[in-house]
């Protein structure tokens, strides 16, 4: 291992600076997935406050899923050739930067370039904090452990971000913007005094900047023209161009990476089975779940007339049961692998959207809303530690932020375009302003959310396997073609 840190075996406890660096990288993660959710409230007192249209509005938004999702790529391969901790905390002390900036400015474009620099910084920070609990803790029981505390802070932010919106909403949306700062200022302090050294990769000294800027730019104009696409129409001549010119990219990308001595993405590692299947799924996952985040919050406040606060407290439960879950899953993926928790999790996700398609203009919470949340959290407990946990398995710690990063891109870019997919089909049905004609645009976006989430269960589904089966995984320093077999010390490595 790379760590100094002294890991402890399987009956040992951790010591208190293991635990203390564990926390300084979950709450990083935190502020990452808070950040996403948490401005999702505020819109609309940021519009009044800084009279803003809503074109320009969306880029608040969307100014944080170009940064966080075109630079993912190059923030986990930076973390591997530069040195996990120091990308972690240079990132880490932007991102507190760019949040004081976003609270104080009184444009729409410096807030838009605030949140654009958040989103960039988090792109360094969220793989290089995996990759450093990867290379830290031993594959197995221990790294499963201490993944699903950290994956679960990561969940835990994205619901908690909506709650604590609707409460810092009522003082001012500033405050939104101001509150992950000095969380991010006490992670740096802290994390400078107990974040473990951690080596370059000295095995090359090639960086990949052909396939950065290929890589990164083909991310970057994908998301922006699936976020545009609604807008300038998807069949209209610029979404085509924008398309055709993402393909143009993806193609140099590839064949960059298959000739360079240093890729930015070694394509050997999609070999994998369980890894090509954690991608989807990761997409299908984050997908529908934005796009389910984004119209029952819609619902709830334009056709059930809720305020900003009744509508964050809504989504409560499923953050509570995601909190109080976070010590559970390792075991839960030690006993019966990832792909298991992972369809089970999926199967939940499924029926959470299924259930709320009951909805009407006057639903009983307890009975119409409730379960719904209650299966969404356990949902998000049980599949996004999992697939983190099969994305780094079988993964060579000089590769672990590449891994961490394609996740964390996939994560995002699905994220970005399956929204943009769900709000084009809510915006074809809207055919009015009435709660009733409302309630029936969001209908079909419901159906597409499902059907998404159904999508990343049958992909889950493949890879189930019989007991006596022992799949394996490519590794990094194997020859194209070969595959070593992971250790079969628990049943997480031997899915």
Same mark, same amino acid.
């Given at each position: 291992? !790379?760590?100094?840190?002294?890991?402890?075996?399987?009956?040992?406890?951790?010591?208190?600076?293991?635990?203390?660096?564990?926390?300084?990288?979950?709450?990083?993660?935190?502020?990452?997935?808070?950040?996403?959710?948490?401005?999702?409230?505020?819109?609309?007192?940021?519009?009044?406050?800084?009279?803003?249209?809503? /074109?320009?509005?969306?880029?608040?938004?969307?100014?944080?899923?170009?940064?966080? &999702?075109?630079?993912?790529?190059?923030?986990?391969?930076?973390?591997?050739?530069?040195?996990?901790?120091?990308?972690?905390? @240079?990132?880490?002390?932007?991102?507190?930067?760019? /949040?004081?900036?976003?609270?104080?400015?009184?444009?729409?474009?410096?807030?838009?370039?605030?949140?654009?620099?958040?989103?960039?910084?988090?792109?360094?920070?969220?793989?290089?904090?995996?990759?450093? @609990?990867?290379?830290?803790?031993? %594959?197995?029981?221990?790294?499963?452990?201490?993944? /699903?505390? +950290?994956?679960?802070?990561?969940? !835990?932010?994205?619901?908690?971000?909506?709650?604590?919106?609707?409460?810092?909403?009522?003082?001012?949306?500033?405050?939104?913007?101001?509150?992950?700062?000095? *969380?991010?200022?006490? =992670?740096?302090?802290?994390?400078?005094?107990?974040?473990?050294?951690? #080596?370059?990769?000295?095995?090359?000294?090639? +960086?990949?900047?052909?396939?950065?800027?290929?890589?990164? &730019?083909?991310?970057?104009?994908?998301?922006?023209?699936?976020?545009?696409?609604? %807008?300038?129409?998807?069949?209209?001549?610029?979404?085509?161009?924008?398309?055709?010119?993402?393909? *143009?990219?993806?193609?140099?990308?590839?064949?960059?990476?298959?000739?360079?001595?240093?890729?930015?993405?070694?394509?050997?590692?999609?070999?994998?089975?369980?890894?090509?299947?954690?991608?989807?799924?990761?997409? =299908?996952?984050?997908?529908?779940?934005?796009?389910?985040?984004?119209?029952?919050?819609? +619902?709830?406040?334009?056709?059930?007339?809720?305020?900003?606060?009744?509508?964050?407290?809504?989504?409560?439960?499923?953050?509570?049961?995601?909190?109080?879950? /976070?010590?559970?899953?390792?075991? *839960?993926?030690?006993?019966?692998?990832?792909?298991?928790?992972?369809?089970?999790?999926?199967?939940?996700?499924?029926?959470?959207?299924?259930?709320?398609?009951?909805?009407?203009?006057?639903?009983?919470? =307890?009975?119409?809303?409730?379960?719904?949340?209650?299966?969404?959290?356990?949902?998000?407990?049980?599949?996004?530690?999992?697939?983190?946990?099969?994305?780094?398995?079988?993964?060579?710690?000089?590769?672990?932020?590449?891994?961490?990063?394609?996740?964390?891109?996939?994560?995002?870019?699905?994220?970005? @375009?399956?929204?943009?997919? *769900?709000?084009?089909?809510?915006?074809?049905?809207?055919?009015?302003?009435?709660?009733?004609?409302?309630?029936?645009?969001?209908?079909?976006?419901?159906?597409?959310?499902?059907?998404?989430?159904?999508?990343?269960?049958?992909?889950?589904?493949?890879?189930?396997?019989?007991?006596?089966?022992? #799949?394996?995984?490519?590794?990094?320093?194997?020859?194209?073609?070969?595959?070593?077999?992971?250790? #079969?010390?628990?049943? =997480?490595?031997?899915?």
């Amino acid at each position: 291992m !790379t760590s100094p840190l002294n890991v402890p075996t399987s009956q040992e406890r951790w010591s208190p600076r293991l635990w203390g660096t564990l926390l300084v990288l979950c709450a990083a993660m935190f502020l990452d997935a808070l950040d996403v959710s948490m401005v999702g409230v505020a819109l609309p007192s940021i519009a009044t406050d800084l009279d803003l249209t809503t /074109s320009t509005l969306q880029w608040i938004v969307s100014g944080y899923i170009l940064g966080y &999702g075109g630079l993912l790529l190059l923030g986990g391969r930076a973390a591997d050739l530069m040195g996990r901790r120091q990308v972690f905390l @240079i990132a880490l002390a932007v991102f507190a930067l760019a /949040s004081l900036l976003g609270g104080l400015v009184d444009s729409g474009p410096l807030l838009i370039a605030s949140r654009f620099i958040k989103g960039l910084s988090a792109a360094f920070t969220a793989p290089a904090g995996l990759s450093i @609990i990867t290379t830290t803790f031993k %594959e197995g029981p221990q790294r499963n452990r201490a993944l /699903s505390i +950290y994956t679960t802070c990561a969940a !835990t932010g994205f619901s908690m971000g909506l709650v604590l919106s609707g409460l810092l909403t009522e003082l001012s949306w500033r405050w939104t913007m101001l509150l992950p700062a000095p *969380v991010a200022v006490i =992670a740096l302090v802290v994390g400078l005094k107990l974040i473990p050294k951690s #080596p370059r990769d000295e095995g090359s000294r090639h +960086y990949d900047i052909p396939g950065a800027i290929t890589g990164t &730019g083909a991310m970057l104009l994908l998301v922006y023209t699936v976020v545009q696409a609604p %807008e300038a129409g998807w069949l209209s001549a610029r979404t085509l161009l924008s398309f055709l010119a993402v393909a *143009v990219l993806l193609v140099l990308f590839v064949t960059i990476e298959r000739r360079t001595a240093s890729p930015l993405i070694r394509l050997g590692v999609l070999r994998s089975g369980a890894q090509v299947r954690t991608q989807l799924g990761a997409a =299908a996952f984050f997908g529908s779940y934005v796009g389910f985040q984004f119209m029952v919050t819609q +619902y709830m406040q334009s056709v059930l007339q809720w305020t900003a606060l009744q509508t964050a407290l809504a989504f409560l439960p499923a953050g509570v049961l995601v909190a109080l879950s /976070s010590t559970k899953i390792g075991s *839960v993926v030690d006993r019966f692998g990832t792909p298991r928790v992972i369809a089970v999790g999926f199967s939940a996700l499924v029926a959470a959207y299924a259930l709320f398609l009951r909805i009407d203009l006057d639903p009983q919470y =307890a009975v119409v809303i409730l379960p719904s949340m209650l299966l969404l959290g356990a949902a998000c407990a049980l599949v996004f530690p999992s697939l983190n946990i099969q994305a780094t398995n079988g993964v060579d710690d000089s590769e672990q932020g590449m891994v961490s990063g394609l996740l964390n891109t996939s994560i995002q870019v699905g994220g970005a @375009i399956f929204l943009a997919v *769900v709000t084009a089909v809510i915006t074809a049905g809207d055919r009015g302003d009435s709660p009733q004609e409302l309630l029936d645009s969001y209908r079909p976006g419901l159906l597409v959310v499902t059907g998404i989430a159904l999508a990343g269960l049958l992909i889950t589904l493949t890879g189930l396997r019989t007991r006596h089966e022992r #799949p394996s995984l490519v590794v990094a320093g194997t020859a194209p073609g070969a595959a070593t077999a992971p250790e #079969p010390a628990t049943a =997480a490595a031997r899915d």
